[in-house]
């Protein structure tokens, strides 16, 4: 299957489950670092010729890191607990019917930007993509979640080393920002810096994450995607 093949039919298929004059909810997941965000905006680019397309990570609904602390949760920020569910279950409700805000987390400072936040009016197709999701009730969904739940996935050692990659961006990046989260770990060396990303980060935080309270859930998603070493889709 080509790529542009399994975006197309992913597409059809929404366009399909979308009813007329009602948002759709689609709920985009899978492990961190997989690339939800890009195959969102893909998939926002091509609905938009026929439908009116919003695209949101549900990392604004993770807790800001003064309230993470506070509860002693800053390493396991993207773990359920992390997530202030109510508050996403009422914008997904909200924004059927009536304009509603949604926060935004920048991975410049790894904390919710307030001045990032976007209000969203009820578009035909709303696109939910990151973390947080719970298992999609039997039988109709309820209006506080997604009609639709995708799930991104992959194998885990190419996940591994797509998030060492990124984590690596952000690391080159932090060079010339002196306001980015990364700088903290500009006094490694380079090699130093990727051992940490994969031994602290990957190993104790998103592994555990990805096996424990990510990938149950592709077991109960509506469709399941598969992507290769890549990043393309594969039947």
């Not at 096996?211 to 998603?221: C, G, Q, T």
Request: charged letters at 25%; a negative charge; hydrophobic letters at 40%.
């Amino acid at each position: 299957m080509k790529q542009s093949d399994g975006l197309s039919q992913l597409a059809a298929s929404l366009g399909r489950e979308r009813s007329e004059n009602c948002t759709l909810i689609v709920g985009l997941t899978g492990s961190v670092a997989c690339g939800k965000s890009t195959l969102a905006d893909q998939l926002r680019d091509l609905l938009s010729v026929n439908y009116s397309v919003e695209c949101i990570s549900t990392d604004g609904f993770i807790s800001p890191n003064t309230e993470l602390e506070a509860r002693g949760l800053m390493l396991r920020k993207g773990f359920p607990e992390s997530y202030d569910r109510l508050a996403m279950r009422t914008a997904i409700a909200r924004v059927r019917v009536l304009p509603a805000v949604f926060p935004v987390h920048s991975h410049e400072i790894y904390d919710i930007d307030p001045a990032l936040a976007r209000t969203i009016s009820p578009p035909d197709i709303l696109i939910l993509e990151g973390l947080g999701f719970e298992q999609p009730s039997p039988g109709d969904r309820c209006a506080g979640e997604p009609d639709v739940l995708v799930y991104l996935d992959a194998e885990t050692e190419h996940i591994e080393a797509w998030f060492l990659d990124r984590f690596m961006r952000f690391w080159h990046a932090a060079a010339d920002d002196p306001t980015s989260f990364y700088q903290r770990f500009r006094g490694m060396t380079e090699e130093e810096a990727r051992d940490f990303a994969r031994t602290e980060v990957w190993q104790k935080i998103n592994l555990p994450n990805l096996e424990n309270h990510i990938l149950p859930l592709r077991e109960h998603a509506d469709i399941v995607l598969r992507k290769d070493a890549e990043h393309r889709l594969v039947a």
